[in-house]
T-cell receptor
Framework: GAVVSQHPSRVICKSGTSVKIECRSL??????MFWYRQFPKQSLMLMAT?????????EQGVEKDKFLINHASLTLSTLTVTSAHPEDSSFYIC???????FGYGYTFGSGTRLTVV | AQKVTQAQTEISVVEKEDVTLDCVYE???????LFWYKQPPSGELVFLIR??????QNEISGRYSWNFQKSTSSFNFTITASQVVDSAVYFC?????????????FGTGTRLKVLA
């Protein structure tokens, strides 16, 4: 159980365009979703925390207008990278948390490798 | 402040050797959770183990074992008789209530290379 599906797995886009990444919880309701970014050979850095039906909470240094997060339902959260630039090229990964099941080992999506050319 | 330190950036061992990955954490919470994840070259994160702060019982699961010591704030991970398929980046993570959301704080990861 607790499967998170993330799409697309890879995307290449032109500089200046926007890219949407979807994260779906397939067999549980994710009241909270976390979005992480990982640059090559680096650790995972939390970008934002999204709660269903409310605005996302962004970590310090993350531009909320550039990384739009929508968590409109208990099974879907999306991250849109707006006006992408080469420096946004990274591995983006989401994780879902069943209702108040903090600390039980979050399930991660398989990640999205974004390349901006 | 929350912090996870994985001092070993890269370890190389020969197949069948035992290897221990170190993890030291910092938190002011009395209730917290510790995790180990494996990230193979494909990128997905594979959950290995979870420990809460009230459970210091060490665990063995097949070739994997974990040593949790609150006195030294360490949560080390040992692979016995390593195999080439164990080659991956291993992340230690801490989750506590400091932020109110139990978000994960990841260490910088240890890249394990198991040579045939």
């Amino acid at each position: 159980g607790a499967v998170v599906s993330q799409h697309p797995s890879r995307v290449i886009c032109k500089s200046g365009t926007s890219v949407k990444i979807e994260c779906r919880s397939l067999d549980f309701q994710a009241t909270t979703m976390f979005w992480y970014r990982q640059f090559p050979k680096q650790s995972l850095m939390l970008m934002a925390t999204s709660n269903e039906g409310s605005k996302a909470t962004y970590e310090q240094g993350v531009e909320k207008d550039k990384f739009l997060i929508n968590h409109a339902s208990l099974t879907l959260s999306t991250l849109t990278v707006t006006s992408a630039h080469p420096e946004d090229s990274s591995f983006y990964i989401c994780s879902g948390v069943p209702d108040r099941a903090f600390g039980y080992g979050y399930t991660f999506g398989s990640g999205t490798r974004l390349t901006v050319v | 402040a929350q912090k996870v330190t994985q001092a070993q950036t890269e370890i190389s061992v020969v197949e069948k050797e035992d290897v221990t990955l170190d993890c030291v954490y910092e938190t002011r919470d009395t209730t917290y959770y510790l995790f180990w994840y494996k990230q193979p070259p494909s990128g997905e994160l594979v959950f290995l183990i979870r420990r809460n702060s009230f459970d210091e019982q060490n665990e063995i699961s097949g070739r994997y074992s974990w040593n949790f010591q609150k006195s030294t704030s360490s949560f080390n991970f040992t692979i016995t008789a390593s195999q080439v398929v164990d080659s991956a980046v291993y992340f230690c993570a801490l989750s506590d209530s400091t932020s109110g959301t139990y978000k994960y704080i990841f260490g910088t990861g240890t890249r394990l290379k198991v040579l045939a």
